[in-house]
């Protein structure tokens, strides 16, 4: 991740998201900017809405110092996903 990211770089629009950018925004998000460009092409009036980037949530995780406590805990891997116990 680069050192100093921009506020833009935290917040992306759905006009301007894709299935494409999945790692940096989800597949939810990436979804809805897909649904978004695809009905205003149509001629649907939609709002446009806004997704939270993953740099950004990792930001604030290590700014709150918790990516330190979750990476500690029994079942976590990186990634921060649930593993399975055997």
Known sequence: MPAALTQTEYVRWF???GLEDIPSV???NASLGEMYQT???QGVQVPNGFAIT???YRHFLRA?????TAAGRPGMHQGGQSGSVA
């Open 54 to 56: 993953a740099d950004a």
């Open 39 to 41: 009905l205003r092409s």
């Open 15 to 17: 006009a301007d998201i």
């Open 64 to 68: 709150a110092g918790t990516d330190r």
């Open 26 to 28: 989800g597949g939810k």
